[in-house]
């Protein structure tokens, strides 16, 4: 049989989903989770998959995720990614992501300058190791003040053009349409992929948060899923 996959959740100095990651992924799904702090420069042997959680790293001083990404870890996560392993960063680990380049564009100020606390529907709109099925619809939670994903029209086209853009924001029926978008993201963008292989994915909805019935719904549980199947 094969050996169960080995993921890592990476803690920063003001992340605050870091404990419902390794819930997620070792009580839920099974997988050995190691938790590595910021400073360490190696990651625990046999990492399959890399995890950067919410919160608000270093207080999201300067510009979310522009302290975390000089951490001593991602020079390692860096490596990991560019080897085919696999990383997931939510919410302030997608910001931490397009920081350090692993993923295009940039995570901005909300379009109406609020933090936007909610339940979101998205559908997945590129299929990929942690969105298994077109069309398929989510309700998940949100908490960010700074989720709108802005990129260049030529990046935009280049997303689109490889099917890297996972998740967009909907309507419980899956329609894109603007009054679903709830931070003014371009494209209604929920999440992107990076590198042919799609093997880095970033969103700013919150998975872990959705993935047990006390959560009420287990949509989140889907990206696990997906991304254990692969």
Not at 140 to 166: D, K, M, N, S
Request: aromatic share 6%; glycine share 14%.
């Amino acid at each position: 049989m094969p050996h169960p996959m080995r993921a890592a959740v990476v803690v920063f100095p003001g992340s605050n989903a870091d404990a419902e990651m390794v819930r997620t992924l070792r009580d839920i799904c099974g997988a050995p989770t190691s938790v590595v702090w910021h400073t360490e420069r190696e990651l625990p042997p046999g990492t399959d998959v890399v995890a950067l959680p919410g919160g608000f790293s270093y207080g999201d001083y300067l510009r979310c995720g522009a302290i975390a990404k000089a951490s001593p870890i991602l020079g390692a996560i860096r490596g990991h990614a560019a080897r085919g392993g696999y990383v997931l960063g939510v919410c302030n680990g997608f910001q931490i992501l397009t920081e350090v380049g692993l993923l295009q564009g940039a995570l901005t100020r909300n379009a109406h300058l609020r933090f936007e606390c909610s339940d979101v529907h998205v559908v997945v709109s590129g299929e990929g190791p942690f969105t298994a099925r077109s069309g398929d619809v989510w309700r998940l939670p949100i908490a960010h003040a700074e989720g709108r994903y802005q990129a260049a029209p030529e990046v935009l086209r280049e997303l689109e053009g490889e099917g890297r853009i996972g998740l967009r924001y909907a309507t419980k029926a899956g329609l894109v349409v603007p009054e679903a978008n709830p931070n003014g993201s371009a494209s209604s963008i929920a999440g992107i992929y990076g590198g042919p292989k799609k093997n880095v994915f970033g969103l700013m909805p919150h998975p872990e948060r959705r993935s047990e019935e006390m959560h009420g719904g287990t949509d989140g549980r889907r990206l696990f899923d997906a991304m254990l199947a692969h």
